[in-house]
Nanobody
Framework: QVQLVESGGGSVQAGGSLTLSCVVS????????MAWFRQAPGKEREGVAA???????SYANSVKDRFTISIDNTKRILYLQMNSLKPEDTAMYYC???????????????????????WGKGTLITISS
């Protein structure tokens, strides 16, 4: 069974940086769409960033130019580098995998990336002002 395990969460002050990792088991990470989502208390889950099998990436406007999604194919790890963190970035962050090779991205929507098949359990990020 496919497993996704996130790590790297924690508490940092605004303006700081964090890198999240998602270790993927029983999954060919480079051949499929991979993405990061987040959910803040009382809010909908929102898509943050996605990477397709061809290496193309997409970012929600709220994180563009601050977050970077990447893959280490050898280690089967999905990363999310987060810089210039803001209090509004506080949320549980989830990684997700899709059987499709190309991510289905619909800009201007909260979900942002659609059709994910597998999810991790999340890692918590808390940003203090």
């Amino acid at each position: 069974q496919v497993q996704l395990v996130e790590s790297g969460g924690g508490s940092v002050q605004a303006g700081g940086s964090l890198t999240l990792s998602c270790v993927v088991s029983r999954w060919t990470i480079r051949k499929n769409c991979m993405a990061w989502f987040r959910q803040a208390p009382g809010k909908e889950r929102e898509g943050v960033a996605a990477v397709s099998s061809d290496g193309s990436t997409s970012y929600a406007n709220s994180v563009k130019d601050r977050f970077t999604i990447s893959i280490d194919n050898t280690k089967r790890i999905l990363y999310l580098q987060m810089n210039s963190l803001k209090p509004e970035d506080t949320a549980m962050y989830y990684c997700a995998a899709d059987y499709s090779s190309m991510c289905v991205v619909i800009r201007g929507t909260t979900t942002f990336v659609y059709g994910m098949d597998y999810w991790g359990k999340g890692t918590l990020i808390t940003i203090s002002s």
